[in-house]
């Protein structure tokens, strides 16, 4: 089959998160099986050039209808690590991918909105006839409603969209203006609940709900969260939607890069090692506190790795670091918050801890870091209030640092607890669970595993291996994307 990924990140050349590695991990896989597969993206000035090989002018003279003109794009194309990438770059005054960062400008909604219109118009003219379209999120949910409405009848008609939904909290709620800008115009006919019409907010029309009417499949990242979105209110308003297109919304867990996550081969460690050469990730722990500064000692080393965002659960995670300091541990934070107040309270928290030997806070994005400290770290939290699926409990069993999460989403589908979990056995067992959102909860998990760390080392050690051996490679998120993809494309 053919594919076309568009999607607004691609690790690791834009990426501000786990779209990013879900983006490139599933376009490796898919092409490992023999589909051709392409990835449309915007062209930002603050991605990685340095992580794209031979761009080139793919494209010059793409004009982009827009607000009842036209405006002139060029089309690049280059490789990263191996993927085939095409980047659309508008020439404005508007300006839209050249804001120094990539999400939280006041008018997302137009940036994205452009972006998709420029990506389908952009497949339409350069003759590209994808049997799928796979479209992410709320920045390309307009895309399979401009595919029905307007391109299917310019030869797009054998074109078919799969939508895949990261996250619910960010839907794209904007006004009628967007329907103007990118030439759907009809907003008597948009404005309609079974269309793109918010489900609470009559006056705006929402992207997400636009994707879910339109796409020919729907899903979000992981099984237990595609529960959630239709039964609790996890999926901010949308819940009445999926239930109408229940036939067409499912579930299906994300994969993680086998190949990119890996410590038998990874660039960013000192010590690699693999299941059998386990006692070498004690060297990485040694090698993280050399760079941090922290105390040679020994304790067990907790981690974070994650955006500092509500949904990761902050206050949990900031509890986890005293908490631990208090059991004799010690603990190191990477991540970066885009809300002014989480930002300042962790770094209040960084300074406050600044001549701790026992912990660090690092604040800002880090991926060379973020793979030390997988590698070098003995457990890792993942507190959330909400996961879709959650890459860094994955990651963390990758590396054999176990995890420690709250019971919710994917991490529900990926961690298995120790002592309690019923469902798997005592051998397929890779982490601690809590289900409640309060410190109680926390301490309850977090103390079993230190516990076990402390007076059952052997047995410790042999929960983290069981980790490194569960598979959550791509292999069969691979299989079930184009098994959907081979449904839709004789529908
Ligand atoms: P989300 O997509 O909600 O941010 P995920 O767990 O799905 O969360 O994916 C997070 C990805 O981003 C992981 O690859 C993680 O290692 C990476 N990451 C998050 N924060 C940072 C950071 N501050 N520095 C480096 N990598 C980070």
Redesign the pocket.
Known sequence: MYIIQVASEC?PVI????????IYGLSRELELRGHCVEIVLPMYDCMRYDQIWGIHDAYQDLWVPWHGGAIHCSVYCGWVHGRLCFFIEPHSGDNFFHRGHYYGALDDHMRFAFFSKAAIEFIHRSNKRPDIIHCHDWQTGLIPVMLYEMYKFHGMANQRVIYTI??FKHQGIAGANILWATGLNNDAYYYQYDKLQDNFNPGAINFMKAGIVYANYVNT?SPHHAWEARFSDISCGLGHTLEMHQHKFGGIL?GLDYEV?NPAKDQCIPAHYTVETFAEKAKNKKALRERLLLKDCDKPLICF?????D??GVHLVHHSIYYSLGQDCQFVL???ATDGQINNWFWHEKQHLNNNPDAHL??????E???LI?AGADMIV?P?NY?????????GLRYGTVPIVRGVG?LVNTVFDWDYDQEHTPEERNGFVFYQPDAQALESALSRAIALYKNQPQTFQQLAIQGMECDYSWKNPGEQYASVYEYVRHK
């Open positions: 690790a990426k501000a998160g786990g779209l990013g590695d879900v990261h996250n990242v994300n996550w790795i994650g955006r500092l965002d949904q990761k990477l991540g970066s690092e604040l800002g994005f880090n991926e870091l973020s793979r997988y993942v959330s996961e879709p699926c959650g890459l860094t409990q994955m990651i994917g």
